[in-house]
Each structure stands twice: as C-alpha cells, then as structure tokens.
C-alpha cells in the first residue's frame, strides 16, 4: 500500500499543467494605396515596390517580375521596357493579409482606394504550402508623370475678323495655359485684309512647354466654343476655328450732344459734340444763321456732317436725336450723312428743374451726408438725415440705418450768378418727387424726400438640426429642434453665434431674432453604457459605443469554465476564460458559466476517498498542487 501511495505522489509532482489562449485576427476595411507615378517618367525599374506606400496595415504589397508585366502602356498598346512620362500604364496591385491579419471571405470583394479612387477586389485564397491565405489582385490605369503636366483642356482666344482689318498674327493669340506654346498661325483665304462677305478659318500650331504634355482626350476650344483637333500626338498637334460669314456692322442711330444756343456766347464748335455711339466720326459742324456771339430771341440750326467709320456703314433706316430730341437726316449714303436739329429762340436762362442725388439708406450701413449731382446754374447742398418716431423727426447723426424704419433726407438748392428761378420750379431726388419743395427766405429752394426701408431678414443656419425659418425679421420667435443623435450618441448643447440662447442644453428651444445673421450648432457626447459581469470581471465598469472591455473569468474550486453569455456586446471570443468584448448600443452584462470539475478530487466514493488521503499527505509535506482542471489548490 504505501509503495503504491509513493508512485502515486511522484506522478502527481510530475502532472504538466497548461493553458489554452485563443485570439482572433484583425478584420481589414478599406484598403490605402498609393502609387507615385509622378517620379516614374524615364526611368527603367525591376519593381515599383519603391513607389508604392500602404496606408492600411494587414496587407502586404507583392510584384511579379517588374514592369514587363506590371505595367502595361496604353498609349503604344505594347509594355516597356522603361516607363516613359507622358504616357498612361496599367499597374498590377496585388497584396496579401498580414499575420494576425484577415481579409474579408474568399469569393467577396475587398474595398481598395488607389491613388484617391476606389475599386472592389475580389478576394481569393491560394496555398502557401503550410496553410492557406487571401490575397486581393486588381489592375489600375495610371498617368506617369506629373499629373498637372498632363494637358487636358486649352481654350484659345483669337481676335475676330473685323472688316478692312489685318487679321491677327502669333502675338495677339493668347491660351489659357502656360503649358502650351503657340508656334504658328495661318487664316484660310488668306487676304492680307479682312472683307466682307467671306467666311475665315484659323489654324494655329501648337507644341507643349517643357516637361508638358498633351491629353490623348485633349479638348480644345476658341473662347468656349468647340475647336477642331488635328493630329494626336504628345507635344505637337493643330486646331483650327472657322468664323461666321464676316458681315460690316450697320449704324442704325445715334444721339449728338451739343451745348444748346445761350444769347451772348459762341457758338459750338466740332470738337464740343458729343456723340453716343463710337464708331460715327462728327467731321463738322454749321450754324444757321451764322452769328457769333448768338443773339437774343433767335432760332438756331445745327448741321452735323457725319462719317461712318472703317468697317461700319449707315443703315438706310437710321434715325438720329440732337440732345435726346429727333432730328432731322439729310441724305442717305451708306457710308456719310449730315443731322439737322433747329433750337428754340435764345433767352435768359431760366431754371426750372432741380436733380439731386444722395446714397440711398440701407439697413446696417452710415448715412451718407455727400449730395452728388449739381445742375447747370445751380449747386446743390446736402442738409440732414431725420428718422421718423412716435414724437416726429429725429435727426440722425452717427447711427446706421435700421430695417423698417422711415428716413428723410433733406437737401438745398442754391441758384449760381447769371441764372434765375423759373416761375414754377420741380424737382428730383434720385429720380423722384420728392415730398416737400418749397423756396425759403434765404433764396434757396429745400427739397426733402422720404425712405421708407423693408424690414431686414437675417440669415439663419443650423448645423445638425433645423429651425421653423431660415431668414426672419429682427423679433420674430424662432424654434430650433436638433437632429435625432446617432447610435451611441445624445444631445449635449447648442452651439450659438450671434445670438443668445435662454437654456442651450435643451434640444428644443426658441429664441428671438436678433438684427443680425445667426449661426447655431446641435452638438453631441458620447452615451456611457453600464459593464456589468457575474462570476467575473470586467477591465472597466463603463464603456462608450465601439469601445473595449476586457472580460475575466473567477476561478472556483471544483468547477470548470464553460463559456461565457454576453448580452449587449460583441465577444471575441466567448469560449476564452479572458476575452475582449465590443461594446453595442446598450449596457452589458456578462456572465462566466461552469462545469462540475471532472477531477477524482472533487469526486466521492472510494476512489475519491482515497485519492484526498493522498492529497493529504501532498499538503502536509508541502507538496500543494493545482487541479489541472479548475485551478484549486491541494
């Protein structure tokens, strides 16, 4: 008995104990790559690998056999041996997951940004030999090259043919690019002047500045409007541009301004007429009767000689005015016609009608106090600004102007040495009537007019949530409501510019506008959900949405773990006594369940009895061992 007592105890000192752990790989999103193609342009390289930059970790970048298979050009339709800049390759992306490392399941496609655009790669498996692993493999096209060197829209501008012109010569083409050199210009006829009646064809050759090159889509315009391209090679192509049928322009009127008879001065002459339209030369002026100075009480007729100038001709419609009355046309020549106007019989100047302009009032802005129209004979002043109140006028002296309100404005007329007030005088202000006229006792006449200003609407934006307006008038009650949070998210406060709020923590509320544009922002905090776990414990006792919390089980003698049930967020692994744990959208409560130990020495009977006796001698020579099922020490 006690020889087998003594196997027993050295079995037991020997006994291995071991522990399983289980992790789980990291699942991989969306893949970065980036290529840098610009730097490739001449070079002859056994791989691109240098060129390529991973901005996901997991994957693993992998070439075969360098540019003869990786990159393909689609400009020669052929691959070569160097790249060549300029020129659009096809590039092989292949890459494998890392260790400890998963791409989505065979058969489905992996998300992949190269170069800032996504593609969807199919994810295969292939055997390395010791086990399997996925890998994704696309094909991409890439410009080699500096991509801003890479010509793919020029607009040119050409000066139109002018009848009787030359036509424009490589210095008067402009392009809208630095890149590209405008070598050469020919018209199609090819007249040493521009005529009537013809229908003209620009052809400009063009190569690209150094270090450019040309789009095999290449769009070329003339002002916006679609050119014809010639040619397809990389720096040296052709355009042309074909004009409408070149047509003189025809004059069809005109208004002459001449400096009206006054009795006593000279009469005008050409260089002091004014015409409206600039392409009628005046080339002399008579007076009928001649006197000079003019004399009192008679009529007078100016004679206009006219002459249309190069490349315009005269309408056999045109119709002409002298001082914005209609006068007379004497002949019908295309080309030279004479204008007749007859003035009333001179006389001492009278004035009869004031004008007067002032900046009219906006909401926000300063009065302005400048009076900026003076007339002939007269000289106009400004007086005062006044707000209409309750009480009656009150004047405005640094304050602005507020939406609303009614604003007058009040101006004098002095009449200047040689003129005098008609008997019955009217006035303008801005160009109407103004609501008071009268003649005051120092001479001058005063002249007031009324503004009244629209009531000013201010902006109103909302981030994250909406109002019940999105301008509105200062006083007006508006209602701000923000945006249902998102998943793991509640609402925190308003963020507000420009306006004061009585209680910002409310994600309901109302304000009254204020004069001024308001910008208000929902903002939003994290939820904290509840950890709680039995029979465990957990690494923290809160969590927010997304966030990780280590679970560990108890050790309990006698009992061995079986897994673990988790409501409210996603384990890694249930089966592991410690494992990490995903938080949801609600609290989460976890709880480690057991299994009776299947170890003799929490068994009965005999065999048990008998297996605890040894135990005992273990513990009492101090020999404790652990139970290589529940961990409870002997």
Not at 60 to 75: L, R
Not at 258 to 264: E, L, M, S
Not at 346 to 355: F, G, H, P, V
Not at 394 to 421: I, L, P, S
Request: with cysteine.
């Amino acid at each position: 008995m006690k020889k087998i007592i003594s196997i027993l105890l050295a079995m037991l000192m020997i006994m291995p104990f071991a522990v399983s752990f289980v992790s789980a790989a990291d699942a991989i999103g969306t893949i970065a790559v980036t290529i840098e193609t610009a730097d490739l342009g001449g070079k002859s390289v056994d791989s691109y690998a240098n060129y390529v930059t991973l901005g996901t970790e997991g994957v693993i970048f992998e070439e075969s056999n360098g540019p003869a298979v990786e990159a393909f050009n689609k400009t020669t339709e052929s691959y070569d041996s160097e790249f060549e800049g300029g020129n659009y390759y096809i590039f092989t992306v292949k890459l494998t997951e890392a260790p400890y490392y998963a791409l989505p399941a065979a058969g489905s496609f992996a998300e992949v940004e190269v170069n800032g655009s996504k593609y969807a790669a199919l994810v295969q498996e292939k055997n390395t030999g010791s086990g399997t692993i996925s890998y994704i493999s696309l094909e991409v096209e890439l410009y080699v090259g500096d991509p801003m060197k890479n010509l793919k829209a020029i607009d040119f501008h050409v000066p139109a043919p002018v009848a009787g012109a030359v036509p424009a010569d490589l210095s008067q083409v402009t392009a809208d690019n630095m890149g590209v050199i405008i070598v050469g210009i020919e018209w199609f006829p090819e007249d040493p002047v521009f005529v009537e009646g013809t229908q003209y064809t620009f052809q400009l050759a063009l190569e690209t500045a150094e270090g450019f090159t040309f789009d095999k889509n290449i769009y070329l315009s003339h002002d916006m409007a679609d050119a014809v391209k010639i040619g397809s090679g990389k720096n040296e192509l052709k355009m042309t541009y074909t004009f409408p049928i070149l047509e003189a322009e025809k004059i069809i009127g005109a208004d002459f301004t001449i400096p009206a008879p006054v009795t006593g001065e000279t009469p005008a002459a050409t260089a002091e007429i004014v015409c409206d339209n600039p392409n009628i030369t005046v080339a002399s002026v008579d007076w009928n009767p001649v006197d000079d100075p003019y004399k009192l009480g008679i009529e007078y007729t100016a004679i206009i000689s006219i002459e249309a100038n190069s490349c315009y001709k005269f309408d056999s419609a045109s119709a002409f005015t002298v001082n914005g009355q209609n006068a007379v046309k004497i002949g019908s020549g295309a080309e030279e016609l004479k204008v007749c106007y007859t003035f009333p019989a001179t006389e001492k100047i009278r004035i009869s009608e004031l004008d007067a302009t002032v900046t009219e009032p906006v909401a926000g802005e300063t009065p302005s106090k400048a009076a900026t129209t003076s007339g002939e004979g007269y000289t106009v002043v400004f007086h005062s600004w006044a707000m209409k109140t309750e009480g009656g006028w009150t004047a405005v002296t640094d304050n602005v102007f507020k939406g609303g309100r009614t604003y007058k404005v009040a101006m004098h007329f002095f009449v200047e040495e040689g003129y005098q007030w008609d008997s019955s005088v009217t006035a303008k202000i801005n160009g109407s009537d103004p609501d008071y006229l009268a003649l005051e006792s120092n001479g001058s006449y005063e002249a007031e007019l009324f503004f009244t200003l629209p009531a000013v609407e201010y902006d109103i934006t909302v981030t994250n949530g909406t109002a019940s307006a999105s301008k509105a008038v200062a006083g007006t009650s508006i209602t701000l409501k923000a945006d249902s949070a998102l998943a793991g998210k509640t609402f925190d406060k308003w963020v507000a510019d420009g306006v004061a709020l009585a209680d910002a923590t409310k994600a309901e509320i109302s304000f009254v506008m204020p004069e001024n544009d308001v910008a208000l922002q929902a903002t939003y905090k994290d939820v904290v959900y509840k950890v709680t776990v039995t029979n465990g414990k957990a690494s923290a006792s809160t969590a927010v949405m997304g966030g990780t919390v280590t679970l560990t089980a108890n050790q309990i003698d006698g009992k061995v773990f079986s897994h673990w049930e988790i409501s409210g967020a996603a384990a890694s692994d249930k089966n592991a006594k410690e494992t990490t744990v995903t938080v949801g959208t609600s609290d989460v409560t976890a709880e480690a369940i057991y299994e009776d130990c299947p170890c003799k020495c929490h068994q009965g009977g005999i065999a048990g009895f008998f297996y605890k006796i040894v135990l005992f001698f273990q513990k009492l020579f101090g020999n404790n061992k652990i139970c290589e099922f529940c961990g409870a020490k002997h």
